[in-house]
């Protein structure tokens, strides 16, 4: 074997041995990487699984709290709900005792006006009670002068004054504020009493023809429906009374200035109407027993004439209105013959215009 060969292989041993022993270095440098990677490798593994049951509790955790937030979420919502109704709830209320409350107030005014009327209305009632207890003897008084002044007092001012004075005093200061008699302001108008809102008597007109008698009331009277009749009685007797005098300065020779045809005028002109054949309707009015005696015995003879005579003068107006004449058959009757065809007129008219006075009349069936 040359001498150079075993150097040579020597060499390429050492060569080799060295190679060998730097690759088992990278070898085992090698494993100790992969066993460092294996280590971290499980340590991530163990990094992730911790993470993901760390995650899966997040999750878990999250969706309890997405649960939770929905629950209070559908809590709050019902909550609003209720408070929205409750809400709802206490405005009615509210407004239902805003409601009793004004009725209540209202009620509390109304009582309190009831009880200032009904205050009024008691010092009324004594007013009046007070004065009905003068009335027992003022109003027998007040016709007693009523007759004088009708038995003859000259002066018609002196007996305007003198009938306004004594009305004045039957019903008494307390109740009347003013009696005045005058010209008629309204014509076709008999007798009215005017009030307020309350019901209170305010003003009290009677007229005949173109005289009337007004009588103003004090305010805030209560309840004196006596003490306004016994006025409008006063005041129709003023009337009649110095409606009396009027016709007596007129009277002729007859007993009752009526100035109406008799009962041979009513035979004639009845007696023309058949020859005639003209159709017509014989109406006779009588004026009853006891209204006459009456108003002769409370107003006089001249005051009954005056009322007979006004009579006698509506019946000849609306007998002459519907094609006719009116006439005076007796001491307290009359007669109208007028044309058939408005007989119905005619007795609507005279039943209105008559039963307007003192005096009570009676219509009797077509003859």
């Not at 209320?93 to 209305?121: G, S």
């Not at 309840?223 to 007596?248: H, K, M, N, P, T």
């Amino acid at each position: 074997m040359p001498e150079g060969e075993p150097r040579r292989r020597r060499a390429f041993r050492g060569v080799n041995d060295a190679y060998v022993n730097g690759l088992e270095q990278q070898l085992a440098y090698g494993w100790q990487e992969f066993d460092a990677l294996r280590a971290e490798e499980e340590r991530l593994r163990t990094e992730e699984l911790r993470l993901g049951q760390t995650l899966e509790a997040a999750d878990r955790r999250l969706s309890e709290e997405r649960r939770d937030r929905e629950a209070a979420q559908r809590s709050l919502s019902v909550a609003r709900q209720e408070f929205a109704r409750s809400l709802a709830k206490a405005h009615g209320e509210r407004d239902l005792l805003d409601r009793e409350l004004r009725e209540c107030q209202t009620a509390l005014r109304v009582a309190r006006d009831e009880k200032i009327r009904a205050e009024a209305r008691f010092a009324s009632l004594r007013t009046g009670l007070d004065e009905r207890v003068g009335w027992v003897h003022r109003v027998p008084d007040a016709l007693a002068e009523l007759a004088r002044i009708a038995a003859g007092t000259p002066d018609p001012h002196d007996r305007c004054e003198r009938l306004e004075q004594a009305i004045f005093a039957a019903i008494g200061p307390r109740l009347l504020t003013g009696v005045q008699i005058g010209p008629a302001a309204q014509p076709h108008m008999a007798q009215q009493t005017q009030t307020d809102t309350t019901g209170s008597p305010v003003c009290t007109t009677t007229q005949l023809r173109d005289r009337a008698v007004i009588c103003h009331w004090s305010p805030r009277l209560y309840g004196e429906q006596d003490a306004v009749a016994i006025v409008e009685q006063l005041s129709w007797a003023a009337l009649r009374a110095l409606a009396g005098f009027d016709q007596a300065r007129l009277r002729e020779s007859r007993g009752i200035v009526t100035q109406l045809g008799d009962e041979t005028s009513l035979r004639r002109h009845l007696a023309l109407r058949e020859r005639l054949g003209e159709p017509f309707a014989h109406v006779t009015i009588n004026v009853s027993e006891g209204s006459a005696g009456k108003c002769r015995a409370l107003f006089g003879e001249i005051a009954w004439n005056a009322g007979f005579a006004e009579a006698g003068a509506t019946l000849e107006e609306i007998a002459r209105r519907h094609g006719g004449q009116a006439y005076q058959v007796g001491p307290v009757r009359f007669a109208i013959v007028i044309d058939h065809d408005r007989e119905e007129q005619a007795r609507a008219e005279a039943t209105k215009r008559l039963t307007a006075g003192e005096l009570d009349f009676e219509l009797g069936a077509t003859d």
